[in-house]
């Protein structure tokens, strides 16, 4: 394998401590290496050009840059080793900057040696650098932009004008996220609503975005242009295609819970949307603490799910509610309890 060492001053950053010319004598012993310079600045345009045409003229299958942090100049040199025809992933960066001649400017021939090692171990790094191609991709031109908030509201509908498909997804059942319930918002004092309600609207009637709400994401695999991600729609307990959002069920609902809408300073019913503009416009029933079923049954038995099964002619699992809360049968007294038909 042919390889080929470029030393870098750095004009004194490098040079003002490692003695760049005792370097480049070493490393020309090195075995595999053919060629080895030394240059003030090996990034700058002179410096790359001298790196092409020694890649060219030499012949050289692999090629180690001494100078600072990969970070800086790693793609620099990797670019310019393609334009010379040799593969860039045989192109290492040995950072004696960094990692020598800062640390150790007081100790200048302690960070001679130390850079000869470093650049010995770089160019045994490139003995064993496999050619690699980078691969084409077909990418999905798509997004999800997870939670709608003011943020993702504004995110989805960039996305989409710029004519992508935009998946959003929110937790709760609209978006609007905290600005929403504020009051005003700062510096100028404005109506939070006025300023939201208008791009709420423009995500739910933009052709490019699917509004996923009362949804959580719960995996993402995949990898950039082509992930995979598994989202969970919760349980609205209301067939949202179905819903008119006229309220009548709001109205029927003997159920109140506080309203985290407003700050829980007042009372909403248990089947509820959050509030007028909210999108989707539709009602969802929030089941939580004890059913009304339930807390009415002398014995607090899940006596819907109990019902539900024996109607079924689930026998074994009508006797499991029971037995799963109770530590005994009680299952005769509950079904002449309950007035389920």
């Known amino acids: 394998m042919r390889i080929g060492v470029f ?52 012949k050289l299958d692999g090629a180690v840059v001494a100078n600072c942090s990969p970070t800086l100049h790693e793609r620099t040199f990797r670019n310019a080793a393609a334009r010379a025809g040799l593969n860039p992933y045989r192109v290492e960066i040995a950072n004696i900057r960094e990692q020598c001649s800062w640390p150790h400017g007081d100790y200048p021939e302690a960070a001679t040696k130390k850079a000869i090692k470093i650049i ?63 009051s005003e918002t700062f510096p100028t004092l404005d109506c939070p609503q006025c300023i939201e309600t208008p791009k709420m609207t423009d995500v739910s009637q933009h052709p490019k975005i699917h509004l996923l709400a009362y949804s959580e994401v719960e995996g993402v695999e995949g990898y950039i242009g082509n992930f995979k991600v598994k989202v969970r729609r919760k349980a609205s307990f209301v067939d949202w295609d179905r819903s008119k959002g006229c309220g009548d069920c709001a109205e029927a609902c003997p159920v109140e819970v506080k309203n985290e ?7 909403r019913k248990a089947i509820y949307r959050p509030f007028d503009q909210a999108v989707p416009g539709v009602f969802t029933i929030d089941k939580r603490g004890i059913p009304p079923c339930r807390a009415r049954c002398p014995i607090h038995l899940n006596a819907h ?7 079924a002619g689930e026998w074994k699992r009508a006797q499991e509610i029971v037995r799963k809360e109770r530590d005994f049968v009680f299952a005769a007294t509950a079904a002449r309890i309950c007035t389920h038909p």
């Open 7 to 58: 030393i870098c001053h750095c004009g004194m950053n490098i040079a003002g401590t490692v003695d760049v010319e005792r370097v480049r004598e070493e490393v020309k012993k090195i075995p595999g290496v053919v060629f080895a310079t030394n240059y003030i600045y090996m990034c700058s345009e002179p410096g790359q050009a001298l790196f092409e045409e020694k890649i060219k003229e030499e």
């Open 120 to 182: 010995k171990a770089t160019v045994e790094k490139v003995k064993k650098n496999m050619l690699l191609y980078p691969p084409r991709i077909d990418i999905k031109k798509k997004a999800m932009v997870i939670g709608g908030g003011i943020a993702g509201i504004q995110t989805a509908l960039d996305i989409a004008d710029g004519g992508y498909e935009v998946y959003l997804v929110e937790k709760t059942p609209t978006i609007g996220g905290k600005m929403i319930i504020l």
């Open 261 to 267: 809408w407003e700050r829980n300073l007042t009372l």
């Open 305 to 311: 799910g109990y019902v539900m099964a024996v109607k």
